[in-house]
C-alpha cells in the first residue's frame, strides 16, 4: 500500500528551528518528485516546497531562504529543514508525491509560539 | 506567481442536485509540453486532502463518476453530478504548470 507519514512537529519558539520527515512506503520513492503543502489553522493550502529528482529544488517566497527541502533515497524520506521560524509558519504541513500530488500523509502540527 | 481565484467559496446544495465550481487561473496553464496541469483536490472535514482530478479532466482511480474536470487555458470547472452527504468539504483547484505551485482559496460544500 502507498503511504506518506510525516513526523517531527511540534511546539517551537520564534526563531527556532525544527526537521520535519516524512517517511514513503509502497512505491519506488526516488522515482518521484515530493512536495510539502501547509495549512494554517482554519485556512486553506499553501504549497510550501518541491523536489524534483535527486537535487532540485523549489520554493514558495514565504519560506525562501528559512526552509530548506532534502531527500533521502536509502531511506525513503524526504525532509523540511525549517529555521527562523515565526508566528505565521503555524499550521499542519503536509507531504505528498508527484508533481500531481496525487498521495497524500496525514500530516504533521507545527506550533510556532512563545 | 500565477493566481487562482475560484468561485464561489461557500456552495449550500441540496441532495441530489449538481454543483459547479469554477476555478479561473491570471495565466494560461498549458505547459510547454503541451499538457495543461490543473488538479482538483478534495479535504473532508478532519482529513487530508485527496486528489480527485488531475490534468483538468482525468478523475482519479475511486473517485464516483458524478465528478467531472473540464476546461482549457485559464477557466476550468469541477462539477459533481449529483451531490452526496459524503461530498460536504472544501474544494481546492491547483496549478502544476508554473513554479511555484499555486492552489484555489477554497470552496466550502455543504448540505442545505
Known amino acids: 500500500e502507498v503511504q506518506l507519514l510525516e513526523s517531527g512537529g511540534g511546539l517551537v519558539q520564534p526563531g527556532g528551528s525544527l526537521r520535519l520527515s516524512c517517511a514513503a512506503a509502497?512505491?519506488?520513492?526516488?522515482?518521484?518528485?515530493m512536495n510539502w503543502v501547509r495549512q494554517a489553522p482554519g485556512k486553506g493550502l499553501e504549497w510550501v516546497s518541491a523536489i524534483v529528482g535527486h537535487f532540485t529544488t523549489y520554493s514558495g517566497d514565504s519560506v525562501k531562504g528559512r526552509f530548506t527541502i532534502s531527500r533521502d533515497n536509502s531511506k525513503n524520506t524526504v525532509y523540511l529543514q525549517m529555521n527562523s521560524l515565526r508566528a505565521e509558519d503555524t499550521a499542519v504541513y503536509y507531504c505528498?508525491?508527484?508533481?500531481?500530488?496525487?498521495?497524500w500523509g496525514q500530516g504533521t502540527t507545527v506550533t510556532v509560539s512563545s | 506567481d500565477v493566481v487562482m481565484t475560484q468561485s464561489p467559496l461557500s456552495l449550500p446544495v441540496t441532495l441530489g442536485q449538481p454543483a459547479s465550481i469554477s476555478c479561473r487561473s491570471s495565466q494560461s496553464l498549458v505547459h510547454s509540453d503541451g499538457n495543461t496541469y490543473l488538479n482538483w483536490f478534495q479535504q473532508r472535514p478532519g482529513q487530508s486532502p485527496r486528489r480527485l482530478i488531475y490534468k483538468v479532466s482525468n478523475r482519479d482511480s475511486g473517485v464516483p463518476d458524478r465528478f467531472s474536470g473540464s476546461g482549457s487555458g485559464t477557466d476550468f470547472t469541477l462539477k459533481i453530478g449529483r451531490v452526496e452527504a459524503e461530498d460536504v468539504g472544501v474544494y481546492y483547484c491547483m496549478q502544476g504548470t508554473h513554479w511555484p505551485r499555486t492552489f484555489g482559496q477554497g470552496t466550502k460544500v455543504e448540505i442545505k
Open positions: 505528498a508525491r508527484s508533481a500531481s500530488m496525487d498521495v
Open positions: 509502497g512505491f519506488t520513492f526516488s522515482s518521484y518528485a
